[in-house]
């Protein structure tokens, strides 16, 4: 029977997991794997799985109940292994960096922040900064014919938006990194040129929220930040 992992713990976790299932229709029972370091809550694997909004509130739900009662390392979901055995395995292969993310999570929920801003603003700034994207965007008005001087302003337009979209997502990532442990880097949206995960300690999550929400006024309303959390600290596994 293939095994189910939904997290990762260290062998002295509490697991007060009464009344909380698995993932699986019917439900599946949950159960622990253990090394003399490590513990790793399971189940059977169900045929089929997909991420049905109920197995993914079943998985993150098993995650919630751990991380109160301690450090705990959240596995992706749908994460199947062969069997317990190569489960046991990979706790004893893997002991070391294991034993280490715990420590570093532990304490700790993962915030993810999202910024995006007004392209209209930013085309604004670009244009009133840059000389050179003035006298091509003049050109071709002047000559709608001048096709090299188009694909010349796109380019330098692309480029100074992605320049100052990496110079601002940097600042904003420096400003607020002293207020949370560490660091991650998402893949940025279509939509938002900022997408990054910051692992805060418990007792410090109402002082990062609050410089989130200065740096967003600093910024003015031309820039939107989304911030999302306490979240399992899945960046940081």
């Known amino acids: 029977m293939a095994t189910y ?3 990762i713990t260290g062998a002295d976790h ?20 253990k090394t003399k370091a490590l513990c790793a809550v399971v189940s059977d694997a169900p045929d089929g799985l997909r991420a049905k909004r109920r197995d993914v509130a079943a998985h993150q739900s098993v995650q919630e ?3 109160a009662d301690g450090a705990a390392l959240p596995m992706r979901f749908g994460l199947i292994g062969p069997d317990d055995a190569q489960v046991v395995s990979a706790l004893e292969e893997h002991r070391e960096t294991y034993t280490r993310r715990l420590e570093e999570i532990d304490g700790c929920r993962e915030y993810h922040l999202k910024v995006a801003r007004d392209e209209d603003d930013l085309l604004r700034e670009i244009v009133q900064e840059s000389a050179e994207v003035r006298r091509l965007n003049e050109r071709t008005r002047q000559n709608p014919e001048a096709y090299d001087d188009k694909v010349a302003l796109g380019e330098l337009i692309s480029q100074e938006v992605q320049a ?19 660091t991650a880097d998402v893949e940025p949206t279509k939509s938002h040129f900022l997408s990054v995960s910051f692992l805060v300690e418990r007792d410090k999550a109402a002082a990062f929220s609050e410089a ?21 600290p899945y960046s940081f596994v």
Do not use: K
Request: charged share 20%.
């Open 65 to 67: 109940r751990l991380l």
């Open 14 to 33: 509490p697991l007060q997991l009464s009344g909380v299932t698995g993932v699986g229709d019917p439900a599946a029972r949950l159960r622990t794997v």
């Open 164 to 182: 100052r979209q990496d110079r601002v997502g940097s600042d904003i990532v420096a400003r607020l990194a002293p207020s949370a442990v560490r």
């Open 212 to 232: 989130v929400h200065a740096e967003a006024g600093q910024r003015g309303d031309t820039y939107t930040f989304s911030l999302h959390g306490p979240l399992p």
């Open 5 to 7: 992992l939904y997290a």
